[in-house]
């Protein structure tokens, strides 16, 4: 069994920076990790997904080019880090952990059968 715990959320002014952090315990070897989030009434949106190697990072859309995602393989940790946030950031963001996926799929929440229980991130203006 995987589990996942997200920490480092809280209020954040808009134009600051956060840092979130997910620990993963058990069989998470060569797996794909990752973040999504969902806003009240939204569906849940693709943010960050990393494969075990670390050699490639993929982003969603309104996040690419101001957030950073990276694992920490010896301590089966991973990390969000976005800078310039928006109001429209404010979400609920889920650490996620799937198994070999094809590239195509990464940004499906439906690949990722492991998710972590939220952390509350919200971006006052």
């Known amino acids: 069994q995987v589990h996942l715990i997200e920490s480092g959320g809280g209020l954040v002014q808009a134009g600051g920076s956060l840092r979130l952090s997910c620990a993963a315990s058990?069989?998470?070897?060569?797996?794909?990790m990752g973040w999504f989030r969902q806003a009240p009434g939204k569906k849940r949106e693709f943010v960050a997904a990393i494969p075990y190697s670390a050699d490639q990072q993929y982003y969603g859309d309104s996040v690419k080019g101001r957030s950073t995602v990276s694992r920490d393989k010896a301590k089966n940790t991973l990390t969000l880090e976005m800078d310039n946030l928006k109001p429209e950031d404010t979400a609920v963001y889920y650490c996620v952990g799937g198994g070999s996926i094809i590239e195509s799929a990464i940004r499906r929440p439906e690949s990722y059968p492991y998710w972590g229980q939220g952390t509350q991130v919200t971006v006052s203006s």
């Open positions: 058990g069989r998470i070897f060569a797996w794909y």
